[in-house]
């Protein structure tokens, strides 16, 4: 038995649908209604949940494991942005709590001119921190992005490493920490030269910071068929085997580092990475507790 439906376009034929089939129709496409009711309930709060498959190891079932894939990651990333608008959060609020208590003090009552000059030597050392965070927070969004600025040009490591050191040794004299270079063999890569020292003033404010005075930081270079190898290594605290690839997170900072006091924000490393990753190399870490960490990056050379 066929039926025939008019339209205004043409005519369109079909066979009907054979009697006691209905219910079998129905049952097949069921579990498929599921699926897209059950996707349609999940939001950004929810994507911990799971879809449910038909359970016939069908396409139906492969369709559900794909989306519980999918979400699975979506929900990695979803918990990574807000512990990191967290995160970012808590580390701006503490400057600008010191910056605004400063300028009240100064406005309480009238002072002297040494004592306003203390003041705002206080509020301008709280914001810089304040901008330094910000330009990481950017470099690091940048990065994630995948729109990370690069002017890259031919750079020669050992004349970039050469003047970094230069303008750290007074930071490592004020620390009581010896500031060498050691092994120099030369090198030349393609890349973004003020992106390079930054990564460079990252690991040596690191090691100086970490290290007790008497200590020392070196910063050497090698090189092999394919990248130049770059390693700063330090006699400091060290870095204790569960943490040392958490170094490299956002916003981490040891136990052992937040104990000594230093101000920092933990976003040292994880800018380091990005930009050596940004020049398609790799930074990896060697470290023991009370004797120091060696950290080594490796950057493709240009032929």
Do not use: W
Not at 55 to 70: C, F, Y
Not at 124 to 151: K, N
Not at 198 to 222: A, F
């Amino acid at each position: 038995m066929h039926r025939e439906q008019h339209s205004r376009k043409g005519v369109f034929s079909c066979q009907s649908v054979p009697e006691g089939s209905a219910g079998l129709l129905i049952q097949r496409l069921a579990p498929g209604a599921r699926v897209v009711s059950a996707f349609k309930t999940i939001s950004a709060e929810h994507l911990d949940r799971q879809v449910q498959g038909s359970g016939a190891g069908d396409e139906l079932d492969r369709l559900a494991q794909t989306l519980n894939k999918m979400l699975g990651r979506l929900n990695v990333a979803f918990q990574e942005v807000r512990q990191f608008s967290a995160d970012a959060s808590h580390e701006l609020q503490t400057p600008l709590t010191v910056l605004k208590g400063e300028i009240e003090v100064g406005l309480r009552s009238p002072r002297r001119p040494e004592e306003y000059q203390a003041i705002l030597r206080s509020a301008l050392e709280e914001t810089d921190r304040i901008a330094r965070l910000v330009e990481g927070l950017l470099l690091l969004s940048r990065s994630d992005a995948g729109v990370l600025r690069m002017d890259r040009r031919p750079v020669k490591l050992k004349d970039l490493i050469e003047e970094v050191i230069q303008e750290f040794q007074p930071l490592a004299g004020s620390h009581s920490v010896k500031l060498r270079i050691g092994p120099m063999e030369p090198a030349q890569i393609q890349g973004d030269p003020d992106h390079l020292r930054r990564l460079l003033l990252n690991l040596l404010d690191n090691g100086i910071k970490y290290t007790r005075p008497g200590g020392s930081v070196e910063i050497s270079l090698r090189r092999d068929e394919k990248f130049a190898i770059l390693q700063v290594s330090d006699t400091g605290m060290g870095i204790a085997k569960e943490d040392q690839e958490k170094v490299f997170r956002r916003f981490y900072r040891t136990a052992a580092a937040r104990a000594q006091g230093e101000i920092g924000s933990g976003l040292g490393l994880a800018i380091a990475r990005s930009i050596v990753e940004a020049h398609g190399g790799r930074i990896q870490v060697e470290s023991a507790v009370g004797k120091g960490s060696h950290f080594t990056i490796f950057l493709p050379l240009s032929f």
